[in-house]
């Protein structure tokens, strides 16, 4: 979905006001994994947005039982959010905008099934189909980063979520799972966001 799109999301033209970051799931802080504490604070520099990053409840099963409920009630992801997931993160933000209309999101490392693996089948993400037509009712705006090397995720399933979305695919093949320290493109992206909606 390129930015120049419209979404039936009522009469009112809301704006992004906030930022919510969805980690993966995993153990340890998350203000120092991957660039996700990198980007709070570029993201906190930007007068008139605000970047929530939090430690998830159930951090290693990343359970969707959990992880949307904190999504809505303690994140408080609306209409005025742009939520950026990264792998379980990616997976939470598309079934939270299956049920929740937000601003945009952003996917990076974004999947389509369990890929055989137990605790990613026990997070309750890939046990029925994706409700594609209604998260692209629900966003303004769907972005995706992606690498062909990832080593977790077959790039067939990133494509796939890419095609039924219609996002605007950022496609790089030296990125790997996006577990750099530094995320410059994203902040790009949001800034790309944000001035489209004032």
């Known amino acids: 979905m390129k930015f120049g799109s419209t979404m039936s999301l009522g ?20 203000e120092y994994c991957n660039w996700y504490g990198w980007t709070k604070k ?12 939090e430690n998830m409840p159930d951090p290693l099963t990343a359970r969707e039982t959990v992880w949307l409920p904190f999504m809505e009630n303690k994140l408080k992801c609306d209409e005025e ?19 929740h209309k937000v601003h945009a999101i952003i996917l990076v ?6 890929l055989g693996d137990e605790n990613e089948r026990e997070s309750g993400y890939f046990n029925r189909p994706w409700q594609w037509e209604k998260m ?4 303004r705006h ?13 790039w067939a399933e990133q494509q796939e979520v890419a095609d039924m979305l219609g996002a605007e695919l950022h ?4 990125k790997g799972h996006f577990q750099n320290t530094e995320f410059h493109e994203l902040i790009n992206v949001v800034c790309k966001i944000i001035n489209h909606s004032t």
């Open 81 to 99: 959010t742009i939520i950026i997931g990264h792998s379980s993160g990616a997976a939470a933000a598309m079934r939270y905008v299956e049920s």
């Open 42 to 53: 570029k993201l906190n520099k930007m007068k008139g947005l605000e970047c929530l990053l």
């Open 109 to 114: 490392s974004a999947y389509t099934s369990d």
């Open 11 to 30: 009469d009112s033209v809301n704006t992004a006001n906030k930022v919510v970051i969805v980690p993966g799931n995993g153990a340890g802080n998350v």
């Open 142 to 154: 769907i972005v995706q980063f992606g690498s062909t090397d990832d080593p977790f995720l077959p």
């Open 171 to 174: 496609k790089y093949t030296d």
């Open 136 to 139: 692209k009712e629900n966003c």
